[in-house]
């Protein structure tokens, strides 16, 4: 079997698309629909919105998860401003510097090593306010589940939030894999988004089951103004827009984003239980969703990435990710665990 | 009947997508694949392009129209450059400043009554060259098939390839409807592209029966370096690039995107027949791809547009455009050009 | 002597400072000033800005003519937002797309023969408001005096400033020659600008005596937040504030601007009256301030520039631009006239 | 006396202009120059600045020091590019973020007590060449001398671009302060410069008795193309050109910039010993230009600075920036320490 068609534990986004979204991508699929998010599709996929994330809402659909945070920021920051982030974000490492470029604006970074950031972090960054040389600080922006699989909980949120909001910020949440979070914590998906103090929201579907496409979720009245034109200028109005609204459809119908999400973090669990009986392997992170990082000795890794597909996560420390998705079987983890196990012994 | 989803004249891109488009965007729904477009379906996508513009060419894709000229442009100029335009063009008219804001560079305009545009109209501002205060023309963006529906034959476009790069410039070819310039022109697709001058060129499909996804094309060597960078950057790489590969394989086989236009088109064709038999109606440029642009007495126009779907142009002169899809029926033309015939008779 | 330090009519920025000015500047270079514009002469100036154009005025200094232009449009647009202009204006032609490449907007553009819009022309961009797809027309900028030397009335100001505010629009003056026209208008200052209904102007005088320096200048409470952010990020202020405002200081001490623009003004006027007696030189241009329009038969004014700098203003029609200055002599025309109507007589 | 005018140490920018400078400015005052550095006075300049740097460098004059930065930054960069400074540097802190508004590009940081970095450091950030995802590192920015006062030797400024262009990127000076690097370092000027492998130069005067104008030094040819259009669209062209040359053609004239600098150098150094001596000031990095940095009780600093005027540089830790300047005299420094010494004995 070609390795790259096999499931492996390289990214979530390897996964296909689950089913039940292609099937309703195709029902909708019929006759003519008036383009750009006008048709009833789309109102009824936002309506779908607002029932888990609160009735003042707004939401707008964008491609893709970059697109959802670089735009969704153009909307709440001006160029003079400046977002604060953890240094391992993915706003920061792997979105090629589009937000700089979109919105003009200041990326400042705070380090930490399971991808979490707090009120400590931040206030480093909090000086030179009103002082026109300096970018002014108005967002900090958190990922939720952490690129590094970790979870903040809905009352670490809270008082980040409050702490970013007495200093006249926004909270905003990447959550491309926001599904993960919501399996994983198990409460009321508003305590740890709306009513955690959460600003902007970039809801993401595309790592848990979705072909393309992502949610901007405003979660509070008055937030922005002519957000259409951002969009429509950011190169991200969807002209065959029932396409992507079907797919969120499909996601929320009986819970079917929680169920992928649920099936992906316990698939990690497995694999970590396993893992961590392996001599030689450590973990690096808390498992809490459905990435596992592990320190896996080069030479093993390179055998075996012959057979499954994963990539480094820090190649001086020798650390590997594993990732699991909405597909991954038990039979996958096994044959893995059990072809590192042999590789392992004979490492030694 | 809800109007909106009922077959209209709005817009080919209210039309949905092809049987054989989503069909094979199912099949390549199985198993892990590489993101990003490292996939053997993007490759083989890539390869079909080479076949119709030539094994030189470079394909990126994006997910939109507006994005791929503007992200395709950022590739060719820099933020000191101008590229001239009819000002009529989609660019001008109805991307949101999107050039200007990711390009940084300034779009000139000239008029045109039928959206075409050639050396004379374009010599105008080409003065100021290799003077610092004055931005630099560096390429001009044509429309084919225009926003008109008229056609640019290869003669015109050669003559004025020859123009432009003679001037020190290159020429862009925004392609929403190439399919249906191609099925209209009926010579070879090079004909009229790689081999009449163009540098540069955006291949749509989403109004000609795919869901999403458009390529940039550049049709020489050395046009741009480390244009990866810039579509990243520019929020446009997706990562289940697959599903925009198969669309275009698809659209490929069995020259389905030739067949999807040539439909259209000749709908189009008997529907400016029909209508110019019906006394006060009159046609406002040649039908020459899937476009039927027309006068129509307001008061009539309106009570059509409670029955079907479509635009006015230009208000002001009670111009219609008229748009036929892929899936248009003469069933649906002659429904409407009945009914126009009755409330015309009934106007007067 | 060298024909470049000889008094020609190139540009009115090739003369050099008053001497008041300079003298001002000198004044102000005792003892240490805070900077960034906190200090007590930055405080007079501005001031004395209000005086004239009314107390609700607020100042900002920036370095030259481009910066006023573009930093002053950032602060009353956003990217999505579009500004109609003569094609012939500064802004269009001489900033090297500064303009686009710093706000993001789109600058639309109307054909005018003598320089001056009206409301009329400016209809054809007002469309697609509210429509998503289309740049938003927010703003109109007028020059005045005008490339081409021209003057608007009061009156005419005051008719396109209701227009524009009609249509929810603002109203910029790049006013580069802004003395010349207060001089040859010779009306109360506001009624021209902030009592005619101008909302944005930018006020120069480095055509007319100064060193360097421009001041943006809003004429109307709450047109702009935090615009001190965008003139810094802008790059454009200046540490050593006090040496701007001592030479604003001494220009409008005893009307110092306004006579050295009446003396340009009327060096114009004779300048123009000698050259209208010349048989074969026809002007192409009312006379209004201080330039003057003419068509030189490309063979005399080759012969006239080896004497005399000056520059072409359009090379097809045969037409050069011709400016008077602060510090030109009636010496200075008669030289230059008599050696034209030499020329002249030699050529037929 | 006025705090604002009496010479204290707030900046070396809150001193005057040079009375040579000023009476250069006056000298090239006389008759018509053309403008934007067509002039003779530019070509004198340029040739100046190639004496000291080198016959291939080039030369741009901007406005001011932040431009200095951005604009000659944007000369090297693409907009997916990153520069690599440190926590402390001017443009990170300083400018409002105007190298990402204008670049489009990513600033990433590293932390350094003395202002100082190292190939050390950078190493973090040098990762994911290639990959699309990952901004792409270029240029390394550096101050001589630095925020914090303190001075890179020539070996250190050699070894580390060694080191970036090993790595295939650039070395930036920001010298905003580069004539007291130049003085105290007592060597050749183009061993810490042009010859240690330096690219791109800030090259700054304000600070050292000059009253606008810096220069952009590309060192060596081809670093960039078509750089006078970056520079005008940044807004940073000026049509009298003239009077920034005159400055520079003064400021080196009888090494009038190393005598200023040297001077501020000598006051800065009897300024940290007479502070050494006073109990319970300690200095907190190492003087080695014109920055004396110390620890003063907040309520001493408070009296302190009802006399004379100074910076805070941080509060948390009680830090007070102080500069000398080309006009600080020793009795300024007298009449300062003795007061502190007071406050001092009276505040324990």
Not at 33 to 49: H, I, K, M, N, S
Not at 168 to 178: E, K, Q, Y
Not at 218 to 235: A, E, S, V
């Amino acid at each position: 079997m070609d390795l790259k068609t096999k499931r492996g534990f390289a990214s979530d986004n390897n996964a296909g698309v689950h089913p039940d979204i292609l099937k309703e991508m195709q029902r909708v699929n019929e006759g003519h629909t008036v383009g750009y998010g006008a048709d009833r599709y789309t109102r009824e996929a936002e309506e779908l919105f607002r029932i888990i994330l609160g009735h003042e809402t707004e939401i707008f659909f964008v491609f893709n998860g970059t697109a959802a945070n670089v735009i969704g920021l153009t909307g709440i920051m001006r160029p003079w401003n400046s977002v604060i982030m953890a240094s391992s974000a993915h706003i920061e490492q792997d979105e090629c510097g589009a937000a700089e470029k979109f919105t003009g604006c200041k990326v400042l970074t705070v380090d930490t090593t399971d991808g979490k950031i707090d009120a400590g972090m931040i206030s480093k960054h909090l000086h030179g306010i009103g002082f026109e040389h300096h970018s002014q600080p108005r967002v900090v922006s958190i990922t939720q589940v952490t690129e590094m699989g970790t979870l903040y909980t809905p009352a670490e949120i809270s008082e980040l939030a409050e702490f970013v909001h007495k200093n006249d910020m926004l909270l905003h949440m990447d959550g491309a894999r926001l599904a993960n979070a919501a399996a994983a914590l198990d409460v009321p998906f508003r305590e740890f988004t709306s009513d955690a103090g959460v600003d902007l929201l970039s809801f993401g579907g595309t790592k848990n089951g979705l072909m393309y496409g992502e949610a901007i979720c405003f979660l509070k009245p008055g937030l922005t103004d002519d957000f259409k034109y951002i969009r429509k200028q950011g190169m991200q109005l969807a002209s065959k827009m029932r396409f992507i609204s079907a797919q969120f459809i499909a996601y929320f119908r009986n819970d079917l984003w929680l169920r992928n999400a649920a099936h992906a973090n316990s698939m990690a669990d497995i694999l970590a239980e396993k893992i961590i009986g392996i001599p030689g392997i450590a973990l690096t992170q808390q498992v809490e969703s459905n990435g596992v990082f592990v320190t896996i000795p080069h030479p093993v890794a390179d055998k075996l990435r012959e057979h499954y597909f994963f990539y480094p996560w820090n190649e001086a420390s020798s650390e590997y990710r594993l990732m699991t998705s909405w597909d991954t079987r038990e039979s996958d983890i096994t044959g893995f665990t059990r072809l590192l196990e042999k590789l392992m012994a004979e490492f030694k």
